[in-house]
């Protein structure tokens, strides 16, 4: 398990609002670290929950709230933030069974009630070894109301010596009452450039490869990750050939749909990242069109903006002229966004995968 903040790649203000808070000892009961998915947020968590229990910090405290009587610093600390990785609780972090920290992930889709109640039955009992009790919550947006409404009775009166770090995206996903009980630590996408390095050093990739992938991946190590091995860019690639070069009608259309959504039924719980990626294709589309536009483009009104799918340009040219979108580009797109946004609903709601992707193909012709 990845235990130190020196393996969180950028996340500057996150890591100097922790900092902060470790220095002068003032720790929220609960933080919500929110940001996209795949930028470190569990990471950072798991490196929190391991700094706060290391015993080379001041922050180890015996069970009457003082600090441990043995508190000089096994190894010399290089930042506030960091655990000495040396210490009996780092070890039992480094080998993924420290018994105070509890780590809840959503089971299936979602983080459901009956979690919450695992942890209220644990959260009863004192932590084992007196220091700081944490229990990471990872993705709590997609908790479903009954299970926020119990977690939130948690958080209204948390048990002593226990810190709650959740974390979420920012999509808006999570109960404002939650929210409020917690400090929110903001995490950010990285930027193109550096996550295509990471990936040209990591996944030892050239470098136009893992340009591309950087920017469809939107700043999301985890995604470029998930963009690569399941290959989703070509897949990618084929579906908007097929949506570019036949209509609805043609015969040869529906032998196309048909053989492209049983491949993409297959990617089984990546078929939602998939998803996304045509939408940030027909996301894309608007952003095309404007720069295309000559009234748009001379308007300082709206300033460029990059494209998410560069390598796509010749096919958003193309997808221009196809569905003559010279006049009202954005409601063409918000439609299609909305094809797309309707077919991840009915994949959460475990409709059937080849399904769905038929009626969506045929949707988007
Ligand atoms: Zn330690």
Not at 157 to 184: H, K, M, N, W, Y
Request: proline share 6%; glycine share 4%.
């Amino acid at each position: 398990m990845a235990v130190a903040f020196s393996a969180l790649i950028e996340q500057d203000q996150a890591k100097e609002m922790l900092r902060r808070a470790i220095g002068s000892g003032k720790l929220a009961h609960a933080y919500l670290f929110r940001g996209p998915a795949g930028i470190g947020k569990k990471t950072a968590a798991q490196a929190l929950a391991a700094t706060l229990n290391c015993r080379s910090h001041q922050l180890f405290t015996t069970p009457d709230r003082k600090p441990a009587a043995s508190t000089k610093p096994i190894l010399p600390r290089p930042d506030l933030l960091e655990a000495c990785g040396a210490c009996p609780s780092c070890r039992k972090f480094a080998s993924g069974n420290h018994p105070d920290f509890m780590e809840i992930l959503p089971e299936g889709a979602a983080i459901k009630i009956e979690q919450i109640r695992e942890i209220k039955k644990a959260l009863v009992f004192p932590p084992l070894e007196a220091g700081n009790r944490v229990v990471l919550l990872a993705e709590v947006h997609t908790m479903r109301r009954e299970a926020a409404n119990s977690l939130l009775k948690v958080l209204e009166e948390p048990p002593p010596s226990t810190i709650f770090i959740l974390t979420g995206d920012e999509a808006g996903g999570i109960l404002p009452t939650i929210v409020s009980r917690c400090q929110v630590i903001p995490f950010f996408p990285l930027s193109v450039t550096h996550l295509a390095n990471i990936l040209v050093l990591q996944e030892k990739i050239d470098q136009a490869e893992a340009t591309t992938l950087a920017a469809v991946a939107e700043g999301s190590l985890s995604r470029a990750r998930i963009l690569r091995q399941k290959n989703l860019l070509n897949l990618r690639r084929e579906v908007l050939i097929m949506l570019l070069t036949y209509t609805q009608e043609a015969p040869a259309a529906t032998v196309e749909v048909l053989r492209l959504a049983e491949k993409c039924a297959k990617l089984e719980k990546y078929l939602d990242d998939f998803l996304d990626l045509l939408s940030s294709f027909f996301h894309d589309l608007t952003v095309y069109s404007a720069a295309h536009d000559h009234q748009k483009a001379a308007d300082h009104r709206f300033p460029p903006r990059p494209l998410i799918n560069q390598d796509l340009a010749p096919l958003l040219a193309h997808a221009k002229d196809r569905w003559n979108l010279r006049d009202d580009p954005d409601t063409f797109s918000q439609h299609r966004e909305e094809q797309l946004r309707r077919a991840k609903s009915q994949l959460k709601r475990n409709c059937n995968r080849t399904l769905i992707c038929e009626v969506l193909f045929f949707d988007l012709f």
